[in-house]
Antibody
Framework: EVQLVESGGGLVQPGASLKLSCVAS????????MSWVRQTPGKTMEWIGD????????NYAPSLKNRFTISRDNAKSTLYLQMSNVRSEDTATYYC??????????WGQGVMVTVSS | DVVLTQTPPTLLATIGQSVSISCRSS???????????LNWLLQRTGQSPQPLIY???KLESGVPNRFSGSGSGTDFTLKISGVEAEDLGVYYC?????????FGGGTKLELK
């Protein structure tokens, strides 16, 4: 059974950094592109970016590429999202997703990040 | 960026009623490889989004055939032929054709 389990969320102050993790199981992690998607409290969905199966290439939403970095450790079957200089508008639930051939075929349960002083 | 506009934002239905949700794109979602990467997801209350339909009309494994997708280019429709209680939640369209990938604003399906 495919499972994606995010962690690392919580309350963080504006301007701080935070690193989210997503541990994958039930499939060969190194065979798949992976992605992060976030959902605001108002339920707006936003794609953050993705990373190639070997970690050699990343794509980002233009509005986030200067502050967010996606990486992976295939030996640990783990995906990461490094968030820097966070702002109140980064408050959201962050989802780890597996990128299938045509769509996001599996989603994690999500992890909440709240940016507030 | 591709803007996906979903209508209506809220849909009230009775059990057994057939309903449709529209998703219009600001540009064609036909990829140069001939595929149209328009997908539909359902997010039930308190749950993660789950895929329903991909490539406009292909049902994800396990999705009941009362769900169907249609459309081309910039206009797409999700139809539920006989709403059941388990279908309630928020439906999103999303496109996988042009970076950055984008989502529609969502349509909330509620009981009348």
């Amino acid at each position: 059974e495919v499972q994606l389990v995010e962690s690392g969320g919580g309350l963080v102050q504006p301007g701080a950094s935070l690193k989210l993790s997503c541990v994958a199981s039930g499939f060969t992690f190194s065979d798949y592109w992976m992605s992060w998607v976030r959902q605001t409290p108002g339920k707006t969905m936003e794609w953050i970016g993705d990373i190639k199966y070997d970690g050699s290439y990343t794509n980002y939403a233009p509005s986030l590429k200067n502050r967010f970095t996606i990486s992976r450790d295939n030996a640990k079957s783990t995906l990461y999202l490094q968030m820097s200089n966070v702002r109140s508008e980064d408050t959201a639930t962050y989802y780890c997703t597996r990128v299938g051939p045509s769509y996001f075929d599996y989603w994690g349960q999500g992890v909440m990040v709240t940016v507030s002083s | 960026d591709v803007v996906l506009t979903q209508t209506p934002p809220t849909l009230l239905a009775t059990i057994g009623q057939s309903v449709s949700i529209s998703c219009r794109s600001s540009q064609s979602l036909l990829h140069s490889n001939g595929n149209t990467y328009l997908n539909w997801l359902l997010q039930r209350t308190g749950q993660s989004p789950q895929p329903l339909i991909y490539l406009v009309s292909k049902l994800e494994s396990g999705v009941p055939n009362r769900f169907s997708g249609s459309g081309s280019g910039t206009d797409f429709t999700l139809k539920i032929s006989g709403v059941e209680a388990e279908d309630l939640g928020v439906y999103y369209c999303m496109q996988f054709t042009h970076y950055p990938w984008t989502f529609g604003g969502g349509t909330k399906l509620e009981l009348k």
